[in-house]
């Protein structure tokens, strides 16, 4: 299973850092994504990190605020989020990835963490 | 907005089948890359109900179906249950955007 941690109000500008524990399958061997959920909107793809961490990639929206990094001794995941915005109020799940040829896809989320950016 | 584009609701009655759009471009969906589908129920994380256009699964019924064919896909619910309610997303993948889902669809039964 997954489950997030680190969600909270913060005001404008600030930062925060999610956390993902994942327990019950080989965290080493699977990439990892964060995928967040605005409130009452869609689904939106925030980040991708490789099961070495030699391979990540951004949403271009967020790039540049938003820093992924995993810790496979731990089995644990993360997203360091920095100059906060209104409009990243959202709950953020993480999702383990399935590589396939024809694309990717998440096999099992976590139950999210609700991140509010407010003054 | 969404890059794949889905019907905002839809419904149905008990027992009865609803069939559930995606539509996206030829960088995405177009270009070859697979359909998967997602179910929501409230107040829960979205759960991999359809992976790779037209597999189940473990622990999912077969009265749920994917087919895909150019640049849409869809999903079939047939014998809808109360149980089913829910928002249903489809997502894919994109050259140039990497994951990008369907903006969902609330299925009423």
């Known amino acids: 299973q997954l489950v997030e941690s680190g969600g909270g109000l913060v005001k404008p500008g600030g930062s925060l850092r999610l956390s993902c524990a994942a327990s019950?399958?080989?965290?080493?061997?699977?990439?990892m994504n964060w995928v967040r959920q605005a409130p009452g909107k869609g689904l939106e793809w925030v980040s991708f990190i490789s099961a070495s961490s030699n391979y990540i990639s951004y949403t271009e929206s967020l790039r540049g605020r938003i820093t992924i990094s995993r810790d496979n001794a731990k089995n644990s995941l993360y997203l360091q989020m920095n100059s906060l915005r209104a409009e990243d109020t959202a709950v953020y799940f993480c999702a383990r990835d399935r590589q396939e040829y024809l694309g990717t896809y998440f096999d099992l989320w976590g139950q999210g963490a609700l991140v509010t950016v407010s003054s | 907005q969404p890059v794949l584009t889905q019907p905002p609701s839809v419904s149905g009655a008990p027992g009865q089948s609803v069939t559930i759009s995606c539509t996206g471009s030829s960088s995405n969906i177009g270009a070859g890359y697979a359909v998967h589908w997602y179910q929501q129920l409230p107040g829960t994380a979205p759960k991999l109900l359809i992976y790779?256009?037209?597999n189940r699964p473990s622990g999912v019924p077969d009265r749920f179906s994917g087919s895909k064919s150019g640049t849409s896909a869809s999903l079939a619910i047939t014998g809808l249950q109360a149980e089913d309610e829910a928002d249903y997303f489809c997502?894919?993948?994109?050259?140039?955007?990497?994951?990008?889902f369907g903006g969902g669809t609330k299925l009423t039964v």
């Open positions: 997502q894919s993948y994109d050259r140039s955007l990497n994951a990008v």
């Open positions: 019950g399958f080989t965290f080493n061997s699977y990439g």
């Open positions: 790779l256009n037209t």
